[in-house]
T-cell receptor, first 112, second 112 residues
Framework: GESVGLHLPTLSVQEGDNSIINCAYSNSASDYFIWYKQESGKGPQFIIDIRSNMDKRQGQRVTVLLNKTVKHLSLQIAATQPGDSAVYFCAENAGANSKLTFGKGITLSVRP | DTGVSQNPRHKITKRGQNVTFRCDPISEHNRLYWYRQTLGQGPEFLTYFQNEAQLEKSRLLSDRFSAERPKGSFSTLEIQRTEQGDSAMYLC??????????FGQGTRLTVV
């Protein structure tokens, strides 16, 4: 069945280090992927997206990598800052129905 | 503020009561989605609209749940005869055609 999951429930990094958050998906028909950041008490905030015809996309301090062979998605955050502390979700979409399927989320904690 | 707006932000209700939530999407966004999120989980898809047409409903959306988007602008989500298991954050997102959803801050429902 369709599932999107994250390998680790929590990630603790030192301020200034790079963070890597990983995500596995199982639906080979998924063709669109998004990373969201969610702070406590707020709705998910869009970070970056990638389509299946790409394997890498860069934003400001963030990079998303897609490996379709092993159905793996990662989010890299450069020079992690305290403001990056939040729960991060990967989400996938397969087809025209525009429904996003989310994983459980991973908490990123940045140590000062 | 031109983002997605949800009201109320918090709702406490007694079991068996009916509740209604409202979502005002970003102007001109033709798609509107409802998700439910429980603690420690990613958002779960409930339903979505394209303009005023409700195009898909999740199996999570029992007969006690109903959503409308009468004029293709704002949407309401009603839960009848609330149960304790309905306690969750209800999130609304909107998008223009494509798959990137912009989320509101959510309505936190507590059923006592």
């Amino acid at each position: 069945g369709e599932s999107v999951g994250l390998h680790l429930p929590t990630l603790s990094v030192q301020e200034g280090d790079n963070s890597i958050i990983n995500c596995a998906y199982s639906n080979s028909a998924s063709d669109y992927f998004i990373w969201y950041k969610q702070e406590s008490g707020k709705g998910p905030q869009f970070i970056i997206d990638i389509r299946s015809n790409m394997d890498k996309r860069q934003g400001q301090r963030v990079t998303v990598l897609l490996n379709k062979t092993v159905k793996h998605l990662s989010l890299q955050i450069a020079a992690t800052q305290p403001g990056d502390s939040a729960v991060y979700f990967c989400a996938e979409n397969a087809g025209a129905n525009s429904k996003l399927t989310f994983g459980k989320g991973i908490t990123l904690s940045v140590r000062p | 503020d031109t983002g997605v707006s949800q009201n109320p932000r918090h709702k406490i209700t007694k079991r068996g009561q009916n509740v209604t939530f409202r979502c005002d999407p970003i102007s001109e966004h033709n798609r509107l989605y409802w998700y439910r999120q429980t603690l420690g989980q990613g958002p779960e898809f409930l339903t979505y609209f394209q303009n005023e047409a409700q195009l898909e409903k999740s199996r999570l959306l029992s007969d006690r749940f109903s959503a409308e988007r009468p004029k293709g602008s704002f949407s309401t989500l009603e839960i009848q005869r609330t149960e304790q298991g309905d306690s969750a954050m209800y999130l609304c997102a909107s998008s223009l055609g494509g798959q990137r959803g912009f989320f509101g801050q959510g309505t936190r429902l507590t059923v006592v």
